[in-house]
């Protein structure tokens, strides 16, 4: 309901900006924001949590538009794309944060009531402080109340360039005037205005490929994730989960550095290529998982005769029977009990990995060696799983025990390190900055809505996919949509680097496709002055 809520507020947020300025649109965020957060710690039932939850989305997703839009605007060229890394840093710099402030409140009392209420407090502060900061003077010149936009732009930028930054966002917002009229924004005007139709093109295609590549189903189960690579503990799955949300904090601060010496193109190519690469490596990690998982043993099952899952008694080839066969019966749901020498062999693979972690052939050689021992299958349930642990064992309900499990956590980390620094923050970047004035906004709200369309489409039909398909596959879609989504970089987005906002809108006017990516490409005015 987040999500969904968040599609709302990213909608109304376009139209919002070009309305009422980014300015209010933030402080409407907050404010909406902060009532969800209130509503949700004090919520006596499940439904007014519900709606606590819509008030925190619509809050969430009107700031994901405008808070890129409105620093992008009040931002000289050279650090714009620094600066709006930086928004991206804080964004997953406050979900590792979270996981701490969570894990603080795991023995308060009313733990979830902290956990959610406590969100309050960052949207009431960032609302006491917008107060203090001006509004975007791209905005306020697109308005006419051009005193206060050069008030606002002499504050930005050095004395030697804010006359000519003046002059061109007046020829540009005059131009746009003479262009348009008074006529009101349409989707079909839209799509006329080539410019803005390019922009939309790439803008609203790299929100697409940000969810479609698989982000938000690594953040929002990677607990789930490292269980079905064959790790049993709840408490190490959640814990890996942090390291997840720390790498995704430390690819942002390296975006911060890249983004305005590399450049968007080549850095989004890198992410790209990265994350199909890691995408990869994980679907054959759990292509092996599944199909090399440990044997179910007729003797260690009836061990726990009362308790023996239903399908493997009826099962007419019981002795074919392996842990992911146990995992997928379903009437009832039934787990897999490990041999207890599995747990002493994974106790002793973490010594030896702390020992060995230099020596890599050695350490392949050892894990290729390990022989998984035969377990039992049994009903799945808190009185089944406490007998299981209680003989100093294993319980998996989700993945199976696996000698390649710790592979499954290289490509994780890999697919957070190369995601995080392009395509985590750079698509934000490049719609903040590449359209026109006039449908800045309205294409900045278009561009955030499929964002979230495509993370709720994602996170809906992820573990779906994995029962239907199996994990391997799913992330094989992943990888394929990834490589799909490389060669859209390489056609259609093209390179805004140190650019000012309005040469932008002259690049697209006159934008051929530009393969060769590592080449620098020229400026409007190099382009201009070439052909005097």
Not at 52 to 59: I, K, N, Q, S
Not at 195 to 217: D, M, P, S, Y
Not at 447 to 457: C, D, H, K, P, R
Request: with cysteine; charged share 15%; proline share 5%.
């Amino acid at each position: 309901m987040a999500v969904a809520g968040a599609i709302i507020g990213a909608a109304v947020g376009g139209w919002m900006n070009d309305r009422f300025g980014r300015r209010m649109a933030i402080l409407i965020a907050d404010f909406l924001f902060f009532i969800g957060a209130v509503v949700m710690a004090s919520a006596p039932n499940p439904a007014l949590l519900i709606v606590g939850r819509v008030f925190v989305g619509l809050g969430v997703g009107m700031a994901s538009m405008t808070s890129p839009l409105y620093i992008s605007e009040a931002s000289p060229a050279k650090i714009r794309g620094a600066l709006v890394s930086t928004n991206g840093f804080l964004i997953t710099g406050g979900q590792f944060l979270s996981y701490l402030i969570n894990l603080a409140f795991t023995n308060a009392p009313g733990t979830w009531r902290w956990m959610l209420g406590i969100a309050g407090l960052p949207a009431l502060l960032q609302f006491i402080l917008m107060l203090l900061l001006p509004e975007s003077p791209r905005w306020l010149f697109r308005k006419g109340r051009e005193e206060e936009a050069k008030v606002i732009l002499r504050k930005i930028y050095p004395a030697d360039d804010v006359e000519k930054e003046i002059q061109d966002l007046k020829e540009s917002v005059e131009a746009e005037i003479r262009e348009e009229g008074s006529a009101k924004i349409s989707m079909m005007k839209l799509l006329k205005t080539k410019t803005v139709r390019r922009g939309l093109i790439a803008g609203v295609g790299l929100q697409v490929f940000q969810q479609f590549v698989g982000i938000n189903t690594v953040m929002y189960y990677s607990p789930t994730i490292v269980q079905l690579a064959g790790f049993a503990s709840n408490k190490t799955a959640l814990l890996l989960s942090l390291v997840t949300a720390g790498l995704n904090a430390l690819g942002s601060i390296v975006s911060i550095y890249f983004i305005d010496r590399t450049g968007r193109k080549k850095l989004l190519l890198i992410s790209l290529f990265g994350v199909a690469i890691s995408l990869g490596l994980l679907a054959g990690v759990f292509h092996e998982t599944t199909s090399h998982s440990p044997m179910v043993s007729r003797i260690q099952t009836f061990h726990f005769s009362n308790y023996t899952c239903p399908d493997y008694i009826s099962a007419t080839n019981p002795g074919a029977w392996d842990c992911m066969k146990c995992l997928k019966a379903s009437s009832p749901d039934c787990g897999f009990c490990a041999s207890p020498t599995d747990k002493v062999k994974s106790h002793d693979i973490s010594i030896f990995l702390q020992s060995l972690v230099f020596v890599f052939p050695s350490l392949i050689g050892f894990l290729l060696l390990l022989q998984l021992l035969p377990g039992a299958c049994l009903l799945s349930n808190d009185t089944v799983k406490d007998l299981c642990h209680d003989e100093s064992r294993l319980w998996y309900t989700r993945g199976c025990p696996s000698k390649y499990g710790w592979l499954a956590l290289v490509g994780l980390a890999l697919y957070i390190i190369f995601f995080s620094p392009g395509m985590g923050t750079a698509p934000w970047i490049v719609n903040s900055e590449i359209y026109p004035l006039r449908f800045r906004g309205v294409c900045g709200g278009i561009a955030a809505t499929a964002n979230w369309i495509s993370n709720l489409i994602v996170a809906q039909s992820f573990l779906s996919l994995t029962e239907a398909i199996g994990t391997s596959w799913t992330f094989l879609i992943f990888g394929v949509i990834s490589v799909v989504g490389l060669l859209f970089v390489i056609v259609y987005v093209p390179e805004t680097k140190g650019l000012p906002i309005e040469e932008i809108e002259k690049m697209l006017e006159t934008r051929s496709l530009h393969f060769r990516f590592w080449e620098k490409s020229q400026k409007p005015q190099e382009k201009k002055s070439q052909a005097v």
